[in-house]
């Protein structure tokens, strides 16, 4: 049995079909859409191959047609990114996003699964640090034994007592300094971290190619390519961002675009 897990495949087409593992199972932790541009043909794979799918707070918000003022990092993007999003899929895609299970419980070989984008407390929106204090007390009642998650886009697994917490990292938008495509595979009761080469700069170009906002494209494509966004003591532009202090800039991003 080789499972395959993904999670924040963030519309980045390109990324996406870069992974091309065999697999039995396929698991997605949700935030299919928003920041990359090419949300259907995205959409369409997770509906086609994935086995279980469970919903991220960006697929939530897209699907509830929640609109986004952000005038900071990642909830700026979330924002500018969500006009496009709709603009681009079906009224059958955001159906489907909207139907979505927020938790869904599996066994698979015999292993009890929980998939959760963010934490099994609040499984669309909590930021989860990769911590045993942190997981233990989230992991009470929790009837699992391997609980599959995302959100941070940092990519980690964490022995929790007898439990294993599993994040892939981001398949469309990676924030660990790393922009390479990230997932992971797991096969004979082991768990592997993987990374893969995708053509970033086609997924810059369709950024370049649309009506977003200049910072915004330049930001996206900071991204894309970096694997993170600079911090603002960096010396390298970035609108909006002075009044955020630089240690907590990611965190603060992925918290505040968590609506
Ligand atoms: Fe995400």
Not at 61 to 86: E, M, P, S
Not at 106 to 128: C, G, M, Q, S, W
Not at 228 to 237: C, E, I, N, Q
């Amino acid at each position: 049995m080789r499972i395959l897990l993904l999670a924040d495949i963030h519309a980045n087409w390109p990324a996406l079909q870069a992974i091309q593992e065999p697999f039995d199972v396929c698991l997605v932790m949700g935030d299919i859409v928003d920041y990359g541009l090419e949300p259907a043909p995205c959409i369409e794979w997770v509906r086609q191959r994935a086995t279980y799918v469970v919903r991220g707070n960006h697929d939530h918000g897209v699907a509830q047609q929640v609109r986004i003022n952000g005038k900071n990092g990642f909830k700026y993007l979330t924002g500018v990114t969500r006009i496009l999003t709709q603009e681009r899929i079906s009224q059958a895609d955001r159906r489907y996003l909207g139907s979505l299970p927020i938790s869904k419980r599996v066994t698979i070989d015999n292993t009890k699964f929980l998939l959760v984008h963010a934490t099994p407390r609040d499984p669309l929106d909590e930021y989860a640090i990769a911590d045993v204090d942190f997981w233990s007390r989230r992991l009470e009642g929790v009837d699992a034994q391997v609980i599959c998650t995302g959100h941070t886009h940092l990519p980690c697994v964490l022995e929790v007592g007898e439990r294993l917490i599993i994040n892939p990292g981001s398949v469309g938008q990676p924030r660990d300094g790393d922009p390479r495509a990230s997932y992971a595979i797991i096969e004979n009761q082991r768990v592997e971290l993987k990374r893969i080469e995708y053509p970033v700069e086609e997924t810059v170009r369709t950024v370049w190619e649309s009506n977003l906002p200049e910072p915004a494209k330049a930001l996206l494509a900071e991204v894309f390519r970096t694997g993170a966004l600079a911090k603002p003591d960096s010396g390298r532009h970035r609108p909006e961002l002075g009044a955020t202090p630089a240690n907590d800039l990611l965190r603060t991003a992925e918290e505040a675009a968590a609506v």
